[in-house]
């Protein structure tokens, strides 16, 4: 059976409203980054969501959460003013505790989809074998329920009146259907994750950068252009009690 037939993916570039969910500051520039700064070169109003204070993300320990936190805070902001999106909301949960707190999760993603509209969410692929991170986890899971949710008036009634239900794009997926042309964007793409520089000491600057256009390249080869991004994308049908919908 041919699943695309009954339950047709959509097409992420068509994407005119996102919100980009991301665990810490700097995940959405390394999964989505090219695809987000197209996105926005054509007029997609981008906002990004960021769960995370970022707060424990060093290996210096004479660095303090709140130091820190002020830090990344400033680096995603100039990040995303780089990749041309139109704000963050900073959900205001501490680094590496997103699932200590599911459902308050849950329900300020809700609120996010039902207060901005978006016909499009991106958000890590929960799924992702191997993914050690809890936030990842938990995040991807959030926004994935959430979808299942924000087109019942019943459900979370607090958070304000349903919507359509938006499509997702996974980054960071092992099961990926669609690969974005980033050729033109890639380079912008290495810049706003540079923009997080206190993620990234050299050597490791340069070993990412050179993963991801190893990884982008390749990506590209399979589609026959330069820079390939590659996203598992759904719609909420596909999440729930679809047995074909990994495969999709
Ligand atoms: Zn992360």
């Known amino acids: 059976m041919d699943l695309s037939q009954i339950l ?55 660095t303090s959460t709140n130091s820190l936190a002020a830090v990344r805070r400033q680096e995603q902001e100039d990040a995303v003013r780089l990749l041309g999106g139109y704000g963050v909301e900073w959900m205001g949960f501490t680094d590496t505790h997103l ?39 938990t995040l991807g899971h959030a926004v994935s329920t959430a979808l299942l949710m924000v087109n019942f008036p ?23 259907n669609t690969t974005v042309d980033i050729s ?24 990412i950068q050179m993963y991801l256009t190893l990884q982008a390249v390749s990506l590209g080869e399979s589609i026959g252009v330069a820079r390939g991004e590659a996203f598992k994308v759904l719609t909420h049908h596909h999440l729930h009690f679809n047995v074909d919908a990994w495969k999709s």
Not at 8 to 20: C, W, Y
Not at 43 to 50: D, F, S, Y
Request: charged share 20%.
């Open 184 to 207: 033109d964007t890639f380079q912008r793409k290495l810049e706003a994750l540079m923009a997080h520089k206190s993620q990234f000491i050299p050597p490791f600057d340069q070993q």
């Open 154 to 176: 019943l459900a979370y009634p607090e958070t304000g009146a349903a919507v359509t239900a938006p499509s997702i794009a996974y980054y960071g997926s092992a099961w990926p």
């Open 8 to 62: 047709p993916i959509p097409d992420v570039m068509q994407a005119k409203r996102v919100i980009a969910f991301s665990p810490h500051p700097d995940d959405n520039e390394m999964g989505a980054g090219g695809t987000l700064a197209k996105l926005a070169q054509t007029g997609t109003e981008i906002l990004w969501a960021v769960a995370s204070d970022g707060s424990v993300g060093t290996e210096d320990n004479a």
């Open 99 to 137: 699932r200590d707190n599911p459902q308050s999760l849950e329900f300020k993603v809700v609120k996010l989809i039902r207060s901005y509209h978006p016909d499009f969410v991106f958000c890590p692929d929960p799924w992702l074998p191997y993914e050690a991170h809890p936030d990842h986890r």
